[in-house]
């Protein structure tokens, strides 16, 4: 099959000077320095989309805390999957987040890292070979950490059962 090349009197052009932009140069990041603090980091980042985002939450968490109100963290998974649970930890224990709340899939990543110290199969390979989320352990730590505490919680429970499980080796 040939492909036509395009017609290019068919192009219009715009004026740059006119045209809507996004980004100024104002707007863009700033190198982080070494020794520089992690507000330093966040300052520097982009005032675009997510980035102003970023700032926008730190801020009305900072100042919920300030003002003496919860700071409730709700997240998925993917958190905890791609290694950021330490820092979500040193912020409950900094007392910034006062609370967090889960899905599920959270929960088995958590499980799953305080029991092997490892998490996150590859998802697209075990759909295609029927394996997709059939880790044996993780199953029965949580059926039998629900089991050992009626009740309770989901959250509770494993919680409690994980406080008491021997760590990863």
Known sequence: ??????????????????RQSKVESGMLGRPWTAGGSLCEFVRGLPHVLAADDLRAAADAMVNARRAGRPVILAMGAHVIKVGLSPLVIAAMEGGLITGLALNGAGMIH???????GRTSEDVAEALADGSFGT????????N?????GPG????LAVGR????????S
């Open 110 to 116: 958590d499980v799953e890292m305080a029991l092997a």
């Open 144 to 148: 039998q950490a629900v089991a050992a």
């Open 135 to 142: 880790a044996r352990q993780t199953g029965e730590f949580i």
């Open 152 to 155: 309770q919680g989901l959250g």
């Open 1 to 18: 099959m040939t492909i036509p090349p395009a017609d290019l009197n068919k192009l219009r052009l715009c004026d740059l000077d006119l």
């Open 161 to 168: 059962a994980l406080g008491q499980a021997p760590p990863p």
